[in-house]
T-cell receptor, first 113, second 115 residues
Framework: GENVEQHPSTLSVQEGDSAVIKCTYS??????FPWYKQELGKRPQLIID?????GEKKDQRIAVTLNKTAKHFSLHITETQPEDSAVYFC????????????FGPGTRLSVLP | SQTIHQWPATLVQPVGSPLSLECTVE??????LYWYRQAAGRGLQLLFY??????ISSEVPQNLSASRPQDRQFILSSKKLLLSDSGFYLC??????????????FGQGTRLTVV
C-alpha cells in the first residue's frame, strides 16, 4: 500500500521567515495531495491541495509543489506568523471511488515571535 | 451544506470494556467514510474506510472493528478495550468522485482514555 514520509518532524522558524515541509510517497498511482493543519486539540483542516496534473499551486502565503517523477511534494509557507504554529500533515490519495487518504506523520511548526 | 457529527467528544473507559463511537454525515449521499486514530503527538493512522453500506476496508490488524449500517453512519467498536487503544479518534468523509479527488472533512474527534 501507499507509504507517506514527511520531514522534518519539528521545525522552528522566526516570525517572517519561510518554512518548508517535504513529503514523499510510494504509490505512483496516487494523484491527489492535500495538506492539513491541525491546531492543538482540534480537527485537521485542509489548507491547500494539489492534483497530479499540476506542478505548483499557490494561495496567498502558502504554496505546494509536486514532482511526480521523484514522487515528492512540498509545502511552502512564506512570511510566517505566530498563528501558523500547528502540526501540518501531508497526505496522498488516489481516486476511483475507493479514495484512500494516507497521511504523513506530521510536522510540528513553531513560529517564534 | 455538509456537516459531520462525531460523538462523544471525550470518553474514559476501563480496560476490557466495550467501545462504540458513532459518526454521521449530513448533506451528502454515498460518501467515503474513514476512521483515523491519532496517538498523543503522533500522526494520523488510518484504521478503516468504507465506500458504501456494509463495505469496510481494514488498514491495520487490531481489536477494533467498524460498521456502516446506513449510508451516512459509521461506527467504530471494540469488544474489549486495551490500554494501547487510548488516543484521539477522528471520523472523516469525502465525496465519491472518480475525478477530481476531493478533500477529506474531519469530525471534531473523540479523545479516548483507557484506564
Amino acid at each position: 500500500g501507499e507509504n507517506v514520509e514527511q520531514h522534518p518532524s519539528t521545525l522552528s522558524v522566526q516570525e517572517g521567515d519561510s518554512a518548508v515541509i517535504k513529503c514523499t510517497y510510494s504509490d505512483s498511482a496516487s494523484n491527489y495531495f492535500p495538506w492539513y493543519k491541525q491546531e492543538l486539540g482540534k480537527r485537521p483542516q485542509l489548507i491547500i491541495d494539489i492534483r497530479s496534473n499540476v506542478g505548483e499551486k499557490k494561495d496567498q502565503r502558502i504554496a505546494v509543489t509536486l514532482n511526480k517523477t521523484a514522487k515528492h511534494f512540498s509545502l511552502h509557507i512564506t512570511e510566517t506568523q505566530p498563528e501558523d504554529s500547528a502540526v501540518y500533515f501531508c497526505a496522498a490519495s488516489k481516486g476511483n471511488y475507493g479514495q484512500n487518504f494516507v497521511f504523513g506523520p506530521g510536522t510540528r511548526l513553531s513560529v517564534l515571535p | 451544506s455538509q456537516t459531520i457529527h462525531q460523538w462523544p467528544a471525550t470518553l474514559v473507559q476501563p480496560v476490557g470494556s466495550p467501545l462504540s463511537l458513532e459518526c454521521t454525515v449530513e448533506g451528502t449521499s454515498n460518501p467515503n467514510l474513514y476512521w483515523y486514530r491519532q496517538a498523543a503527538g503522533r500522526g494520523l493512522q488510518l484504521l478503516f474506510y468504507s465506500v458504501g453500506i456494509g463495505q469496510i476496508s481494514s488498514e491495520v490488524p487490531q481489536n477494533l472493528s467498524a460498521s456502516r449500517p446506513q449510508d451516512r453512519q459509521f461506527i467504530l467498536s471494540s469488544k474489549k478495550l486495551l490500554l494501547s487503544d487510548s488516543g484521539f479518534y477522528l471520523c472523516a468523509w469525502a465525496e465519491r468522485w472518480l475525478q477530481p479527488n476531493t478533500e477529506a472533512f474531519f469530525g471534531q474527534g473523540t479523545r479516548l482514555t483507557v484506564v
